[in-house]
């Protein structure tokens, strides 16, 4: 049980072009999503937390216009790379917390952007 | 704001060995819980142990243990006969209470298991 999906897990597109990373909790209800960013060999670095129906919130330093958030369910968050150039190029990784579980939190396999 | 400290980049064990992986961390908070992840080649996220703050004994999970010293902000994981598919990046991790929160993770350390 708690698997949480990613799709595409990668993904190759032209400079400018916009791309959408899903992330979905397959056997469970998320409360919360969290989006993170991770650079070859570094740690996670959290770009934003995103709660069903409600607008997310971004971490500092992070562009909202840039990364679009969207919580439409308890099962899907979604995350838009709009006009991505070629220093967005990164593993995202997606995790969820869920309603049964108060101290944990499930995460996506990740999704490798590669933009040209 | 929390931080996470790994000071160890990088070591390295012979298989069948026992490991010591440091981490500290800094928070005002009196409730909290800590986390140490493995990120293998493949790089999913898969949780080794969880501590909860309150509980004064130490986590233990097969070949995995922790040493958590609470007034220390000490929480450092052991593995005992280290086997090659530990080799991985490892990530201590914070989160405070309610779990509704993000983690914070430390930088990492890179183990290597050497046959």
């Known amino acids: 049980g708690a698997v949480v999906s990613q799709h595409p897990s990668w993904v190759i597109c032209k400079s400018g072009t916009s791309v959408k990373i899903e992330c979905r909790s397959l056997?469970?209800?998320?409360?919360?999503m969290f989006w993170y960013r991770q650079f070859p060999k570094q740690s996670l670095m959290l770009m934003a937390t995103?709660?069903?129906?409600?607008?997310?919130?971004?971490e500092q330093g992070v562009e909202k216009d840039k990364f679009l958030i969207n919580h439409a369910s308890l099962t899907l968050s979604t995350l838009t790379v709009t006009s991505a150039h070629p220093e967005d190029s990164s593993f995202y990784i997606c995790?969820?917390?869920?309603?049964?579980?108060?101290?944990?939190?499930?995460f996506g396999p990740g999704t490798r952007l590669t933009v040209l | 704001a929390q931080t996470v400290t790994q000071s160890q980049p990088e070591m390295s064990v012979q298989e069948a060995e026992t490991v010591t992986l440091s981490c500290t961390y800094d928070?005002?908070?009196?409730?909290?819980?800590l986390f140490w992840y493995k990120q293998p080649p493949s790089r999913q996220m898969i949780l080794v142990i969880r501590q909860e703050a309150y509980k004064q004994q130490n986590a233990t999970e097969n070949r995995f243990s922790v040493n958590f010293q609470k007034a220390a902000k000490s929480f450092s994981l052991k593995i005992s006969d280290s086997q090659l598919g530990d080799t991985a990046m490892y990530f201590c991790a914070f989160m405070k209470q309610p779990g509704n929160t993000p983690l914070v993770f430390g930088k990492g350390t890179r183990l290597s298991v050497i046959a």
């Open positions: 995790s969820a917390r869920a309603i049964f579980s108060y101290n944990e939190q499930f």
């Open positions: 928070t005002s908070e009196s409730n909290y819980y």
């Open positions: 995103s709660n069903e129906g409600s607008k997310a919130t971004y």
């Open positions: 056997d469970f209800q998320a409360t919360t």
